[in-house]
């Protein structure tokens, strides 16, 4: 079990433009600087293999935490890996993945592609969700202690999302990996079954479910 402390506020200045000045007038609003606290001393306490569930509205907050997190992580001396950083190379898709044939149709299939006709094209003719699992797909066989999806599933349709949120679980702790996930969409707890639930609110409001 490994305790992390997140604090995160933003001071924010305004460019004193003619039109914002206009604005600021014409609405009363203040100009000063504002201290914004987004997280307050927030106490986390996540263990190898658990899956966090991140979510919130737009704007609240779930990326930095993610950030944080993935951070304080990696200075641990774990080994993050963040779906968005996953580049897919141009060439078929079979090609991509595993060391044998068969090893990249399993990470596939796990992954929500089994369709022959994508295995033999290439990620630039394949739609955002196909890329998406495939680079699910990737992250599965990368070795890293966590993995890390913002925006999780957000290109894909909800009951494709579900799916793959349930297969990426198991995976995950199948091998004893770490599974953070952050998106402002509600409906992934059944297929997820998250260890900690983190529901940010605005302001420094957040709300912590432990399972
Ligand atoms: N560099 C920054 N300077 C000022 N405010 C920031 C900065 N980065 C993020 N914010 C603010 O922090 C809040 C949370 O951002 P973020 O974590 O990206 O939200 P979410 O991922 O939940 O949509 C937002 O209101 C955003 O405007
Ligand atoms: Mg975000």
Not at 37 to 50: A, C, F, K, S
Not at 173 to 179: C, D, P, V, Y
Not at 185 to 192: A, N, Q, R
């Amino acid at each position: 079990m490994t305790r992390y402390v997140i604090s995160r506020s933003f001071t924010s200045s305004v460019e004193r433009t003619p039109r914002v000045l206009e604005i600021a007038e014409g609405f009363g609003l203040g100009l000063s600087d504002k201290k914004f606290v987004i997280y307050d001393n927030l106490d986390l306490n996540i263990e190898d293999g658990d899956v966090v569930y991140i979510t919130g509205q737009s704007g609240s907050g779930k990326s930095l935490l993610l950030r944080d997190l993935k951070s304080q992580m990696q200075a641990a001396g774990k080994s993050v890996v963040d779906l968005n950083d996953i580049v897919l190379e141009e060439r078929p898709v079979i090609e991509l993945i595993g060391r044998t044939t068969t090893e990249a149709t399993d990470l596939l299939a796990k992954a929500g592609i089994s369709d022959a006709w994508i295995y033999i094209r290439k990620p630039s003719e394949l739609s955002d969700g196909q890329r998406y699992r495939l680079k699910l797909a990737k992250i599965m066989e990368s070795g890293a202690d966590v993995w890390s999806a913002d925006e999780f599933g957000a290109v894909l349709d909800r009951a494709t999302a579900k799916v793959i949120a349930f297969n990426v679980q198991k995976v995950a702790r199948a091998l004893g990996k770490t599974l953070m996930v952050a998106t402002t969409h509600t409906d992934l707890k059944d297929e997820l079954g998250p260890s900690l639930t983190i529901t940010k609110r605005f302001r420094e409001r957040v709300d912590v479910e432990q399972a």
